[in-house]
C-alpha cells in the first residue's frame, strides 16, 4: 500500500521561504517520478514541480521557476519543495503525488499520470 505523507506548511509572510517534504512508504522511492500540486481556495489543481525517477530530471510550472525546488532523498523516501519568495499568490493546500509504474521517461505535469496522493499541507502566504 503506497502512501505519501505531506508536512511542512504553515503561515509564512510575503518574501519568505517554506520547505515541504513529502515521506513515502510501501515501494522502491527511487524507482518513482514524484511531483508536487496545489490547489487554491476556489480553483483547480495545478501543476507545481516534479523529479523524474532518480531525481536526474526535473520540471516546473512558469508561476515558480527561479522560486521553487524540488529535490528528493531516496535514502530516506522523501521528497521536498523548497519554495522561496513566496507570494499570496502561492497560499494552497499543497499536495505530492505518484505514478502508479516505475522509470518513467519524464517527469510529467499531468494529474491524470499520478495514482497516489498525499493528504495535502496548507501553505499560507500574508501580504
Known amino acids: 500500500q503506497v502512501q505519501l505523507v505531506e508536512s511542512g506548511g504553515g503561515l509564512v509572510q510575503a518574501g519568505g521561504s517554506l520547505r515541504l517534504s513529502c515521506a513515502a512508504s510501501?515501494?522502491?522511492?527511487?524507482?518513482?517520478?514524484m511531483a508536487w500540486f496545489r490547489q487554491a481556495p476556489g480553483k483547480e489543481r495545478e501543476f507545481v514541480a516534479a523529479?523524474?525517477?532518480?531525481?536526474?530530471?526535473?520540471s516546473y510550472a512558469d508561476s515558480v521557476k527561479g522560486r521553487f525546488t524540488i529535490s528528493r532523498d531516496n535514502a530516506k523516501n522523501t521528497v521536498y519543495l523548497q519554495m522561496n519568495s513566496l507570494k499570496p499568490e502561492d497560499t494552497a493546500v499543497y499536495y505530492c503525488?505518484?505514478?502508479?509504474?516505475?522509470?518513467?521517461?519524464?517527469?510529467?505535469?499531468?494529474?491524470?499520470?499520478?495514482?497516489?496522493w498525499g493528504q495535502g499541507t496548507q501553505v499560507t502566504v500574508s501580504s
Open positions: 503525488a505518484a505514478p502508479e509504474l516505475p522509470y518513467s521517461h519524464y517527469a510529467s505535469s499531468q494529474e491524470h499520470d499520478y495514482r497516489y
Open positions: 510501501g515501494r522502491t522511492f527511487s524507482a518513482y517520478a
Open positions: 523529479s523524474k525517477w532518480g531525481g536526474s530530471s526535473t
